[in-house]
């Protein structure tokens, strides 16, 4: 891992350099490799230290993990962008998960007796990152993907009652949004997480059990409503003795584009305990190396990182690799840079965002506030997940030719390494603060 972490600075640098107008690649090569993958290592475990909390917008922890990265901006020379600070605040409330929670099963033996089957944290659900507080116990009803959409005449709420009752749903819409672009983008509002808690609501539904096994804070908090994830053991034993297979019922959906609800005729009981912030605020950490030129000084390249996670679920996630390792290389190329002596033409941003993991809000409410205008952004290069594995993915880089052919040319002659470069369609709700900034016309 430490190697590869210095591969990932390495080829962001070189190809930084070969394409500055003002400074020659070997100044880079040279800078990039008094670069210690151990100080990069550094800074990644000091951001899994417990005393961040795991980072979660808004927390004292995530605060705290800013004003440490505030700190490492000004000691390698970035200047605040924002009115002399770094900080970047906007609303976002968040939720903390206070225990594991509970999810059982009841299983009818008959003569109105039930076996209880108590499911393991974290193994087979993970309780909502949004839930509300609440313990309730009620007949579970599959609901397909629980969307309800007149104008494309399709509602999985026809033909069951919910009210009182507790939801069984699936991520994502009937449709791909890799097989028709057109009628897929009619469908991606009824993708998003937070419109499924909502619809799931309107119904009356008391809870909702999500067939997305992963701790997940891009959600709804909704008064009185309860939510876990569950994963496939879960979803097996509510199918079992239905008559009914999950997969096949699933098939039958995306191929007819009809829904298929019904009871579960199995109760479950789900209980969480959460405590609600509406007051939460997050921060976006910006900093600025000011460009040189009277006329390119006002247009910047800009880098990103989010350094946000999944704070306590109930235990820390610490996200070493999302999104630490995105931050640490971040701090190394700006090391590497000022090594280098490098002045630019353009001015240099750098880009910390909050919120990534709670609807990539951060990166969004920045372009909706930023620091110099959107269309004076010439390219973004947005690192995320980068700590991991034995190659180098490059996402959107076949959207923009220039960009592959200078990676392809840097990896040829330095690196060395298997490089991935994808184009990205950028059709699907956003997952990456890079979706953001491409759907803001941004090279990225």
Request: aromatic content about 10%; glycine content about 10%.
């Amino acid at each position: 891992m430490h190697r590869f972490l210095s591969t990932t600075v390495l080829v962001t640098l070189l190809s930084f350099g070969m394409a500055a107008e003002n400074s020659s690649v070997e100044e880079y090569l040279k800078a990039a490799l008094q670069i210690s993958s151990h100080e990069i290592m550094t800074d990644i475990m000091e951001l899994c230290h417990e005393k961040y909390t795991g980072r979660l917008t808004g927390t004292p922890g995530y605060n705290l993990a800013a004003d440490w990265l505030s700190g490492r901006l000004a000691s390698l020379g970035v200047q605040p962008a924002i009115s002399g600070s770094f900080f970047q605040d906007f609303p976002n409330p968040y939720t903390l998960v206070l225990d594991s929670g509970d999810l059982i099963l009841h299983l009818p033996v008959g003569r109105g007796e039930c076996v209880d089957r108590p499911y393991v944290y974290e193994k087979e659900f993970i309780p909502g990152s949004t839930s509300d507080s609440g313990r309730v116990k009620a007949e579970v009803i599959y609901v397909g993907y629980g969307i309800t959409a007149p104008e494309l005449g399709y509602d999985d709420y026809s033909g069951v009652d919910v009210r009182g009752r507790i939801v069984l749903m699936e991520p994502e819409v009937p449709v791909s949004a890799d097989d028709d672009a057109a009628r897929f983008k009619q469908w991606r509002p009824y993708s998003f997480h937070r419109y499924k808690v909502e619809n799931a609501v309107r119904h009356g539904a008391i809870g909702m059990l999500y067939n997305y096994h992963i701790a997940n804070p891009n959600c709804r908090y909704i008064p009185g409503f309860l939510l876990s994830y569950v994963g496939e053991r879960v979803v097996s034993d509510l199918f079992a003795g239905s008559g009914r297979k999950h997969n096949k019922v699933l098939a039958g959906i995306d191929r007819r584009l009809r829904p298929d609800s019904f009871s579960l005729g199995k109760k479950v009981t789900l209980a969480n305990s959460t405590e609600h912030h509406s007051e939460g605020i997050g921060r976006n950490v910006i900093g600025i190396i000011p460009g040189n030129d009277p006329l390119l000084g006002s247009e910047a390249v800009a880098f990103g990182s989010h350094l946000d996670h999944l704070g306590m679920n109930h235990l820390m996630m610490p996200g070493a690799n999302d999104n630490a390792s995105g931050v640490a290389v971040m701090l190394a190329v700006v090391g590497a840079i000022q090594k280098a002596g490098y002045r630019p033409r353009r001015s240099l941003l750098f880009f910390f965002f909050g919120a990534e993991e709670q609807g990539v809000a951060g990166s969004e409410y920045y372009l909706n506030h930023p620091v110099m205008p959107n269309e004076k952004l010439k390219a973004f290069f947005n690192m995320d997940g980068v700590g991991r594995g034995d190659r180098l993915v490059v996402l959107a880089a076949r959207n923009f030719p220039d960009l592959e052919n200078l990676l392809n040319r840097v990896n040829g002659r330095w690196v060395h390494r298997q490089l991935r470069m994808h184009s990205f369609h950028n059709r699907a709700r956003p997952r990456l603060d890079a979706a953001r900034f491409l759907w803001a016309g941004v090279p990225t």
